[in-house]
């Protein structure tokens, strides 16, 4: 196993100056072979785990089945409300774009993260419902936030036609053209743009973008500062030890945006997904403000019908005693800011 806590700053494409983790930061780690492993040393299932899950227990009917549509909430957005970001120190703003994808604005800057804007994935997954915030309506964006090369997080279209610089983590430049400017991270490198600073933090998941280059690309999530506010993303991710390490680096987040949804079957995706109780705990290890949930209602990826997790979210958030402000089920196109 290669543990890597020097700060050495990966090539790109004419990218953003990078600051370096602190040389006590793990930056990644390797297996044997050279590929990427979570923080705890595991990589994706073996072969066997997916052929039962993907063939074995479709065939004898061991799947959940649910419908590939249902209802979510969405509003109408007026792009125009969006082309002035913030300022320096006034309340940060957010719109959830579906799934993982969003819309960051503050300190007079604007970020993408992990946007997919059309109507499928690479044309063959449809979106349940309209997408809030076509490509010709988008504000100025500063950079796209690319949490890993999964095709759902990681899509070429929505950041070809938004057009801004990329900020990805390590050996995920191979995978665009000369056409947008990359920045590599590690875990714990950052870069600032326009004022604000951009953290690329661990997550527990995997990568692959064909059938030869499992986790041969690096994955995370970020957190976004500036003005005194704080943003955490957490990519695709399992529930992991690593969101007190996040929160512990980075105190009192302003927000977490954290993945509900894509957990059933359990036994297969809590590998790489969290469900909504998951979730939940992520935040009360992160020690963060408030939680706004994403990665749900937007792409049929996994077992349970796409309007459970929000349902399953509420019910536990009441449970442990927190109001709908402090963990918070986002409306398609909905502008959410972040007063204290």
Same mark, same amino acid.
Request: glycine share 8%; charged share 20%; aromatic share 10%.
């Given at each position: 196993?290669?543990?890597?806590?020097m700060?050495?700053?990966? +090539?790109?494409?004419?990218?953003?100056?990078?600051?370096?983790?602190?040389d !006590?930061? /793990?930056? $990644?780690? *390797?297996d044997a @072979?050279?590929?990427?492993?979570?923080?705890?040393?595991?990589?994706?299932?073996?072969?066997?785990?997916v052929?039962?899950?993907?063939?074995?227990d479709?065939?004898a009917?061991?799947?959940r089945?649910?419908?590939?549509?249902a209802?979510?909430p969405?509003?109408?957005?007026?792009?125009a409300?969006?082309?002035?970001?913030?300022?320096?120190g006034?309340?940060?703003?957010?719109?959830w774009?579906?799934?993982?994808?969003?819309?960051?604005q503050? +300190?007079?800057?604007?970020f993408l993260?992990?946007?997919?804007?059309?109507? !499928?994935? /690479?044309? $063959?997954? *449809?979106r349940? @419902?309209?997408?809030?915030?076509?490509?010709?309506a988008?504000?100025?964006?500063d950079?796209q936030?690319?949490?890993?090369?999964?095709?759902?997080h990681?899509?070429?279209?929505s950041?070809?036609?938004?057009?801004?610089?990329?900020?990805?983590?390590?050996?995920?430049?191979?995978?665009?053209?000369?056409?947008?400017p990359?920045?590599?991270?590690?875990?714990?490198?950052?870069v600032?743009i326009g004022?604000?600073?951009?953290?690329y933090?661990?997550?527990?998941?995997?990568s692959?973008?064909?059938?030869?280059?499992?986790n041969?690309?690096?994955?995370?999530?970020?957190?976004i500062?500036?003005?005194?506010?704080?943003?955490?993303?957490?990519?695709d991710?399992?529930?992991?030890?690593?969101?007190?390490?996040?929160?512990?680096?980075f105190?009192?987040?302003?927000?977490?945006?954290?993945p509900?949804g894509?957990?059933d079957?359990?036994?297969f995706?809590?590998?790489?997904?969290?469900?909504?109780?998951?979730?939940?705990?992520?935040?009360?290890?992160?020690?963060?403000?408030?939680?706004?949930?994403?990665?749900?209602?937007?792409?049929k990826?996994?077992?349970?019908?796409?309007?459970?997790?929000?349902?399953?979210?509420?019910?536990?958030?009441?449970?442990?005693?927190?109001?709908q402000?402090v963990a918070?089920?986002?409306?398609?196109?909905?502008?959410?800011?972040?007063?204290?």
């Amino acid at each position: 196993m290669v543990t890597a806590t020097m700060a050495t700053v990966t +090539a790109a494409h004419d990218g953003f100056p990078v600051t370096p983790a602190p040389d !006590s930061a /793990v930056r $990644f780690r *390797r297996d044997a @072979g050279g590929r990427f492993v979570n923080l705890d040393g595991s990589g994706p299932h073996p072969f066997s785990a997916v052929y039962k899950w993907a063939v074995r227990d479709k065939l004898a009917g061991r799947r959940r089945k649910s419908p590939s549509s249902a209802p979510v909430p969405a509003v109408d957005l007026d792009p125009a409300a969006l082309r002035a970001p913030p300022a320096l120190g006034a309340p940060p703003r957010l719109v959830w774009l579906g799934h993982a994808s969003w819309l960051v604005q503050l +300190a007079g800057a604007s970020f993408l993260i992990d946007p997919v804007l059309g109507d !499928s994935l /690479v044309g $063959f997954t *449809r979106r349940n @419902g309209r997408a809030p915030l076509p490509a010709s309506a988008l504000p100025r964006i500063d950079a796209q936030l690319v949490s890993h090369n999964h095709y759902d997080h990681m899509d070429m279209a929505s950041l070809r036609a938004a057009g801004a610089p990329v900020v990805v983590g390590m050996d995920n430049a191979r995978h665009f053209d000369r056409r947008l400017p990359v920045t590599e991270l590690g875990w714990w490198d950052a870069v600032d743009i326009g004022g604000v600073r951009i953290t690329y933090v661990p997550s527990q998941h995997w990568s692959r973008r064909s059938l030869a280059d499992s986790n041969r690309s690096l994955w995370g999530g970020f957190v976004i500062e500036a003005g005194g506010f704080s943003i955490y993303h957490s990519g695709d991710t399992a529930y992991f030890d690593g969101f007190g390490d996040i929160g512990r680096r980075f105190p009192a987040l302003d927000a977490a945006l954290l993945p509900i949804g894509a957990y059933d079957p359990q036994w297969f995706m809590s590998k790489q997904h969290m469900n909504p109780r998951e979730a939940l705990d992520a935040f009360r290890d992160l020690g963060a403000r408030r939680i706004v949930a994403m990665h749900w209602g937007t792409f049929k990826l996994t077992d349970e019908p796409l309007d459970e997790p929000p349902r399953l979210f509420r019910e536990e958030a009441t449970t442990r005693g927190l109001d709908q402000r402090v963990a918070r089920i986002a409306a398609l196109g909905e502008i959410i800011t972040l007063d204290r």
